[in-house]
Every structure is written in C-alpha cells, then in structure tokens.
C-alpha cells in the first residue's frame, strides 16, 4: 500500500516497505547516523514482480544494507547479520545476466549525474535523485 510518510503511518498504524525505510532513515539520521533508503522498482526488471525498499547505513567507510520491515517469523534484522540471511539478498534476485538481474538504487540529495531514484509507484518520475548500486548488491547476493 502506499502508505509511507509519518503522518499516514501514525493514522494508519502501518506501512509499506517504503514507508518503514523512510520511517527508519529519518529516526536514525535523528541521532546523526548516516543512512539512505535503497531498493529495487522492479524485482528482475518486471514491474509485475514486485519493488522492495531498505536502507543502507554507512560504517566503517562503505555502505551496509539492512531490511527495516519487521519479520514476525524472525529476529529483527541488524548491521551484524549475514547479508544472505535476509530474504532478499539471494542469488535468484541478483544474477549474473544483465537482463534478469534486479537493479537496485539508492536515493541521494543530489545527484552529479542525470541518475534517478525510480519509484515503482510513479514511474514517470525522475525528480529523486539516485545512484546505481547494483553492482554491490550482485556481489553480496549473488553469493549466497
């Protein structure tokens, strides 16, 4: 659903992935963590598969991802978990073939480039703007 700014989320008592990325994100940013929200419009390149966003915190001089959606199933996730122990982070998402492999971006306050943020509720849209980083996510997922 697309339920992702603070004030629907309190009136609502819930979210959408993007919703609990950009919720996480400010609190964070809040007591000075750096941290940006990342994801994929379009699981394999197929809009009809689905998008799913997360964050990524930066520490020790790189980026590191964690999903911020709650798991009712699980622990909730943190900086020192596996990468591949999260759902998303799999080799079936991120292939080797250009054509079938999951791009992911991360958003940005400006970009040096004419890259954007897509957003899979709005795509014509291209005023976020973003950073290709599905090269990280291909060598971390494509691992597992």
Not at 107 to 126: D, G, I, K, Q, V
Request: charged share 15%; proline share 7%.
């Amino acid at each position: 659903p697309l339920v992702f700014d603070l004030m629907s989320i309190l009136a609502f008592g819930y979210a959408s992935c993007t919703g609990v990325a950009i919720l996480l994100a400010n609190a964070l940013r809040t007591v000075g963590v750096p941290v940006r929200v990342a994801g994929t419009a379009a699981w394999h390149q197929e809009r009809e598969n689905g998008n799913h966003n997360w964050i990524e915190v930066w520490k020790d001089g790189q980026w590191h991802f964690m999903e911020p959606s709650l798991n009712p199933n699980g622990p909730i996730d943190d900086l020192s978990r596996n990468p591949c122990q999260r759902w998303f982070c799999n080799k079936a998402h991120f292939t080797n073939n250009p054509a079938n492999t999951s791009l992911v971006y991360a958003a940005r306050l400006e970009s040096p480039r004419s890259t954007y943020f897509p957003l899979a509720w709005e795509w014509t849209n291209h005023d976020v703007p973003g950073e290709d980083v599905s090269a990280l996510y291909q060598m971390q997922c494509g691992q597992c």
